[in-house]
C-alpha cells in the first residue's frame, strides 16, 4: 500500500482508541439502587390488616352493649343479744281493816281506831274550819244497825259545827270498817282544846273519839 493513503487510517485509529478510553467517563454515573428496610415490609402489613379491620367494622351492624347496673347490697343489721332483765317483787304485806279477825274483842259492842285526821297535838290556826275523821274498824261480836246506830257529841270543848248527833250513813258487821267525819273549827282565842265523841247503838254506848289540837 502507499505510505499516503496509510497515514489517515492510523490517525483513526488513535482517534478511535481516544475515544474509547474517554467513553467510561463520559457515561453518566447510574443512580444508586434503593436500600431495603425488611422492617418496612411489617409495617406495611400492620398498616393493611388495621385498615381491613376498620373496613369490616365500619361495614358491621351496630353491637347492643348492656350497662351493667350494681345491685345495692344490702349491709347486715347487727341485732344484740338480747339482755335478761330481772324485776324483783317485794311483797308489802298490808292487812286491810276488813280483814281484823274476828272476835278479838269479847264485847258486843267494840271498836278499834284505825287514823284519825287531824292527829292529836296538831296546830291548827285561829278561827279555822276542818274536817276530823275517824277510820274505825268494828271489832265487836255485834253488827252496826244504821237504823239504831249513831254517834254523839259527850263532852269537852264545843269544837263541832251543827248538830250534836251524826248518823252512820251505812251499817258495819263485824270486821268492817266506816269513816266518822264531822265539821269543827278552832276558837278564836289560842290555847289547847279538847273534845270528845262515842259510838252508841241503842243503849249501849262505846268507841270514844277523843281529839286535842293546839290553836296558836
Same mark, same amino acid.
Given at each position: 500500500?502507499?505510505?499516503?493513503?496509510?497515514?489517515?487510517?492510523?490517525?483513526?485509529?488513535?482517534?478511535?482508541?481516544?475515544?474509547?478510553?474517554?467513553?467510561?467517563?463520559?457515561?453518566?454515573?447510574?443512580?444508586? !439502587?434503593?436500600?431495603?428496610?425488611?422492617?418496612? !415490609?411489617?409495617?406495611?402489613?400492620?398498616? /393493611?390488616?388495621?385498615?381491613?379491620?376498620?373496613?369490616?367494622?365500619?361495614?358491621?351492624?351496630?353491637?347492643?352493649?348492656?350497662?351493667? /347496673? !350494681?345491685?345495692?347490697?344490702?349491709?347486715?343489721?347487727?341485732?344484740?343479744?338480747?339482755?335478761?332483765?330481772?324485776?324483783?317483787?317485794?311483797?308489802?304485806?298490808?292487812?286491810?281493816?276488813?280483814?281484823?279477825?274476828?272476835?278479838?274483842?269479847?264485847?258486843?259492842?267494840?271498836?278499834?281506831?284505825?287514823?284519825?285526821?287531824?292527829?292529836?297535838?296538831?296546830?291548827?290556826?285561829?278561827?279555822?274550819?276542818?274536817?276530823?275523821?275517824?277510820?274505825?274498824?268494828?271489832?265487836?261480836?255485834?253488827?252496826?244497825?244504821?237504823?239504831?246506830?249513831?254517834?254523839?257529841?259527850?263532852?269537852?270543848?264545843?269544837?263541832?259545827?251543827?248538830?250534836?248527833?251524826?248518823?252512820?250513813?251505812?251499817?258495819?258487821?263485824?270486821?268492817?270498817?266506816?269513816?266518822?267525819?264531822?265539821?269543827?273549827?278552832?276558837?278564836?282565842?289560842?290555847?289547847?282544846?279538847?273534845?270528845?265523841?262515842?259510838?252508841?247503838?241503842?243503849?249501849?254506848?262505846?268507841?270514844? !273519839?277523843?281529839?286535842?289540837?293546839?290553836?296558836?
Amino acid at each position: 500500500m502507499n505510505r499516503r493513503n496509510t497515514r489517515p487510517f492510523a490517525l483513526l485509529a488513535v482517534a478511535v482508541l481516544m475515544l474509547a478510553c474517554a467513553l467510561p467517563s463520559l457515561a453518566p454515573t447510574p443512580a444508586p !439502587l434503593p436500600t431495603f428496610d425488611p422492617n418496612s !415490609l411489617y409495617t406495611v402489613i400492620v398498616e /393493611t390488616a388495621n385498615a381491613a379491620a376498620t373496613q369490616t367494622a365500619l361495614k358491621l351492624p351496630p353491637t347492643f352493649t348492656p350497662t351493667l /347496673t !350494681l345491685v345495692p347490697t344490702k349491709t347486715p343489721t347487727v341485732i344484740p343479744s338480747p339482755t335478761a332483765t330481772f324485776y324483783f317483787v317485794v311483797a308489802t304485806i298490808t292487812v286491810p281493816p276488813t280483814q281484823i279477825p274476828l272476835g278479838v274483842s269479847d264485847q258486843k259492842y267494840d271498836c278499834q281506831i284505825i287514823s284519825q285526821t287531824p292527829l292529836n297535838n296538831s296546830v291548827i290556826a285561829k278561827s279555822s274550819v276542818f274536817e276530823a275523821r275517824w277510820l274505825v274498824a268494828n271489832i265487836g261480836k255485834s253488827g252496826w244497825d244504821s237504823n239504831n246506830a249513831d254517834y254523839h257529841y259527850t263532852g269537852g270543848s264545843r269544837l263541832h259545827q251543827g248538830g250534836i248527833v251524826r248518823d252512820l250513813e251505812s251499817s258495819v258487821s263485824p270486821g268492817n270498817t266506816i269513816e266518822l267525819l264531822i265539821s269543827m273549827q278552832s276558837p278564836a282565842e289560842a290555847g289547847t282544846y279538847s273534845t270528845s265523841w262515842k259510838l252508841n247503838v241503842g243503849k249501849n254506848e262505846f268507841c270514844p !273519839l277523843d281529839l286535842t289540837i293546839i290553836v296558836e
